[in-house]
Nanobody, 124 residues
Framework: QVQLVESGGGLVQAGGSLRLSCAAS????????MGWFRQTPGKDREFVAA????????SYADSVKGRFAMSRDNAKNTVYLQMNRLKPEDTAVYYC?????????????????WGQGTQVTVSS
């Protein structure tokens, strides 16, 4: 089992950048497919990005491709989401998740462990 804690959210102006962190404990992040999702009030959780166990394969939602980058630091047992050129529509609570499965999934119900979320607000 793994415990996930997100940090790094905050308020930023449109065009700015933030880096979210997801610190894991209990097991190493390389044991899982790691994902980032986001959710706004009244909407379903939306896939943002995923990172394979090797750390070399990533998958991104079309809405963030070219602006966001997911990475991992094995020594710190932490995954990151670097968010650049932020837009007001990126405003959401961002969640880190871990999947024990084999293949990438963009479906939140396929992920087994979740963090508590961190708020990102992008002002126009």
């Amino acid at each position: 089992q793994v415990q996930l804690v997100e940090s790094g959210g905050g308020l930023v102006q449109a065009g700015g950048s933030l880096r979210l962190s997801c610190a894991a404990s209990g097991r190493t992040v390389s044991s899982y497919i790691m994902g980032w999702f986001r959710q706004t009030p009244g909407k379903d959780r939306e896939f943002v990005a995923a990172l394979g166990r090797s750390g070399g394969v990533t998958s991104y939602a079309d809405s963030v491709k070219g602006r966001f980058a997911m990475s991992r630091d094995n020594a710190k047992n932490t995954v990151y989401l670097q968010m650049n050129r932020l837009k007001p529509e990126d405003t959401a609570v961002y969640y880190c998740a871990a999947d024990v499965g084999i293949y990438f999934s963009r479906e939140d119900q396929k992920y087994d462990y979740w963090g508590q979320g961190t708020q990102v607000t992008v002002s126009s």
